[in-house]
């Protein structure tokens, strides 16, 4: 652990050191899981058991500030709360935990392959891939990323505690946007290229996912509102 938490703190400094003698994919990958993989299980452990909290409060938070949108458009206020009271109930987490147990390998993984495609892509964009070093490259960085990354998940559980997390969540934030970042450095050691390009790289992705969700969160807006409407 130790390690890791000195590549967290200065990985410009461990990402080169450990790209000048690579140890094979799959022992980066092994050790990826060794260290992800049980904290893999508790953040999806604690993460239902937070997401069913929230879901319970939902209908309170949520009715005043719906119930002023619906007056603006016309809507009845009514046609809302009963709509609120229609969220179903997520199964207890004595139901779940097998299924998020048998998940979590599955996310981490994708997790990996999600990063190591879109990180690789944006550093072509970029112009900061080499010849001589292909996607291959760009799968072990992100093992290597991940691997450092238990520091900023580890704090990340704060998170999913009720209340909490929420207190939290200004430098809970920005513990997370540094550690997207790091990925940056292990890129670019393993790829060759300037530290910058990398982070660059890591940033762009974080742009297109993030106009990507935003296009998503205004569909389902103008969705939930012709539903709405059309049932008045």
Do not use: Y
């Amino acid at each position: 652990m130790g390690e890791l938490l000195a590549a967290a703190l200065r990985p410009w400094e461990a990402f080169p050191r450990w790209a000048a003698a690579p140890p094979p994919l799959s022992v980066g990958l092994g050790r990826m899981l060794r260290w992800r993989l049980p904290l893999a299980c508790v953040e999806g452990l604690l993460g239902w058991w937070s997401l069913g909290s929230l879901l319970k409060r939902v209908p309170a938070l949520m009715e005043p500030p719906l119930q002023a949108l619906a007056r603006e458009r016309g809507l009845d206020p009514a046609d809302l709360k009963a709509l609120l009271t229609q969220i179903p109930a997520l199964p207890s987490l004595a139901q779940a935990w097998p299924w998020l147990l048998i998940a979590a390998p599955l996310m981490l993984l994708g997790a990996w392959l999600h990063h190591a495609v879109w990180d690789h892509g944006c550093l072509w964009m970029l112009g900061g891939l080499k010849s001589n070093r292909g996607f291959r490259a760009s799968l072990e960085a992100e093992a290597e990323a991940l691997t450092v990354g238990t520091v900023g998940a580890l704090v990340g559980l704060l998170g999913l505690i009720p209340g909490v997390g929420l207190l939290l969540s200004l430098p809970l934030a920005l513990v997370n946007l540094w550690f997207w970042g790091l990925r940056g450095f292990a890129l670019a050691a393993r790829h060759g290229c300037p530290a910058w390009k990398g982070v660059a790289a890591t940033g762009l992705h974080l742009a297109l996912v993030g106009c990507c969700a935003l296009g998503l969160a205004w569909l389902s807006a103008l969705t939930l509102m012709a539903a709405l409407a059309g049932g008045v």
